[in-house]
């Protein structure tokens, strides 16, 4: 009679699977006055205090299935808190390294447009200073060959005219003398004869047929004695100014050549340091507008990458939190 009388008691077994089945928590609640009724009602129909040991046992059951339920909500509040701090805080550094590359990207283009044409301006600069430069020392190579034509010149002249200044003293200095039929047939008087014939303007024709006639022997020493004495000594003069003079052009010629070589050494020595110069910044400028294009393609790429990342977070961070406002209605 009594077993019949416990048949009911695993009713509540159905209702506590179908409650824990819901997964609020407050669900529970609800369910154990009706547990409690339905077992208390059983058991004191009874009257058998053993009778309340399954109702305790499922009111235990249900509150450590509540518990549970409440661990589990708390924890996966727990998680679910963290994955949006996380997309909160991925939100922030994303946006900031976009907003980094978006600020770089202009930036790095325009130092690289810079850079190309600072580069391209430096190589027309070392190409005019390479033109310079050979300029300058094909101007040096000329005034060489110029100077060393000039001093050649100058030698021949002075020698000519020192022969010839030499000459006139040994002439002047024996017709003084009286030595006149020994002079004649010397090397000096050849001489003479010589410059007599080709010299064209320090003697007048009379001057010079008259000293011709007498190195030739065609007439006395004597009468004209002082006469040629006085037409050496005239043609000495002049000689010697003249002597005189292509010195001071030579020495001026001299002057100018070494200033012109000094000032052109200069200015080679100055376009080398420049070219020099030149070359090395076209090498730091060609390795760093290299370096340039790989930090913006970098950047670039980054950009792209942080952009479509930002987008995902974006969409599976509403996602995750449209679920989890479902899933707490």
């Not at 946006?95 to 391209?120: F, H, Q, Y």
């Not at 300058?136 to 010839?164: C, G, I, S, Y």
């Not at 011709?212 to 004695?225: C, I, K, M, N, V």
Request: charged share 30%.
């Amino acid at each position: 009679g009594s077993s019949s009388r416990r048949a009911p008691a695993p009713r509540p077994r159905g209702i506590a699977a179908r409650a824990c089945a819901s997964r609020p928590a407050m669900r529970f609640f609800g369910l154990l006055p009706l547990l409690a009724a339905c077992c208390l009602g059983g058991s004191l129909a009874a009257g058998d205090k053993a009778s309340l040991n399954p109702v305790r046992r499922v009111v235990s059951l249900l509150q450590s299935m509540q518990k549970k339920v409440q661990e589990e909500g708390e924890k996966e509040k727990e998680i679910y808190d963290k994955f949006m701090c996380w997309c909160k805080n991925g939100n922030g550094d994303l946006s900031a390294s976009i907003s980094s590359a978006d600020d770089k990207i202009p930036r790095v283009s325009s130092n690289i447009e810079a850079s190309e044409g600072k580069l391209a301006q430096t190589k027309e600069d070392l190409k005019a200073a390479q033109e310079d430069r050979s300029s300058a020392k094909a101007a040096m190579k000329e005034a060489v060959a110029l100077r060393e034509k000039e001093a050649a010149a100058f030698a021949a002249e002075k020698a000519e005219a020192d022969t010839n200044i030499a000459a006139l003293d040994k002439a002047i200095s024996a017709l003084e003398k009286g030595m006149t039929g020994g002079f004649l047939q010397t090397s000096t008087a050849q001489v003479l004869r010589k410059l007599a014939t080709n010299d064209q303007d320090s003697l007048i024709d009379a001057d010079r047929q008259m000293l011709l006639s007498f190195l030739s022997g065609e007439t006395d020493y004597a009468p004209q004695s002082g006469q040629i004495v006085g037409i050496l000594k005239e043609m000495h003069e002049t000689m010697a100014k003249g002597l005189a003079d292509a010195t001071a052009v030579e020495e001026a010629s001299i002057k100018s050549h070494e200033e012109l070589m000094s000032a052109k050494s200069k200015e080679v020595a100055a376009l080398s340091a420049s070219i020099e110069s030149k070359q090395t910044s076209i090498g730091e400028l060609g390795v760093e507008i290299v370096q340039m294009k790989e930090d913006l393609d970098d950047t670039q790429a980054a950009l792209l990458a942080d952009q479509k990342y930002l987008a995902e977070l974006e969409k599976g961070c509403a996602t995750k939190t449209a679920e989890w406002e479902e899933r707490s209605k």
